[in-house]
């Protein structure tokens, strides 16, 4: 699949959505075998004053640990972290979680373009990123950063999303990323956690 293939070996994954992220989520996450080696990092749209229901629901129905990340935390592999309400999630140099109040991105806090950047910069090419369905903007410029780090850039098929606004303008931003349906997306991220 062109666009689908890492450079180097993949190290991380990072995904963002918005509107209908909890079925697209579902599709995805749960597909996951139970030996998948890699961290997975998620950045949902939740209301600042609301908890994220995400990580009790995926934790029912995933093989991987499912948790909100927490600062300071190492990423470890075969791990979901979701950002927390109404803090940025971002990956440091040194391969750590951080937490952050700082103003919203795209009207959003946790802003997906903010996990996004700071993972191209700490994973670079061993980086794999996928823009779910969702009403804005926000994971655009993300997904372009990652492409630009050398990263395997990832998109929801705009024609099946629940909502294409994000899809559409990560494609826009990302010209180069791999379109697949969510079937497609689950399929390709279990097989980066098989030896090739």
């Known amino acids: 699949m062109s666009g689908a293939s890492p450079q180097s070996p993949a190290q991380a994954i990072v995904i963002g ?3 209908g992220a909890v079925q697209a989520l579902l599709a995805i996450l749960p597909a ?4 998948f080696p890699l961290p997975v990092l ?7 004053d609301r908890d994220n229901v995400m990580v009790p629901l995926l934790q029912t129905k995933c093989r991987l640990i499912v948790k909100e990340a927490e600062d300071k935390e190492p990423v470890v592999g075969g791990t979901i972290y979701f950002a927390p309400s109404d803090y940025h999630l971002l990956v440091e140099a040194d ?8 103003e919203p991105v795209n009207y959003s806090r946790p802003s997906i373009d903010v996990l996004f950047e700071s ?20 994971g655009a410029a ?11 850039a990832i998109v929801e098929d705009p024609a099946a999303a629940h909502s294409q606004a994000m899809p559409l303008s990560a494609l826009e931003a990302c010209p180069t990323a791999a379109v697949m349906t969510l079937d497609a997306i689950a399929s390709y991220l279990s097989s980066l956690g098989t030896a090739r």
């Open 95 to 102: 391969g750590s979680l951080s937490l952050s109040t700082d």
């Open 32 to 35: 996951l075998p139970a030996s």
């Open 142 to 152: 993300g997904l372009k950063a990652l492409a630009e780090a050398g990263g395997v």
């Open 119 to 138: 993972a191209a910069d700490a994973f670079g090419e061993g980086l794999v990123g996928a823009i779910l369905t969702g009403a804005n903007h926000d």
């Open 17 to 19: 959505a918005s509107a």
């Open 42 to 48: 998620v950045v949902v749209h939740v209301p600042p």
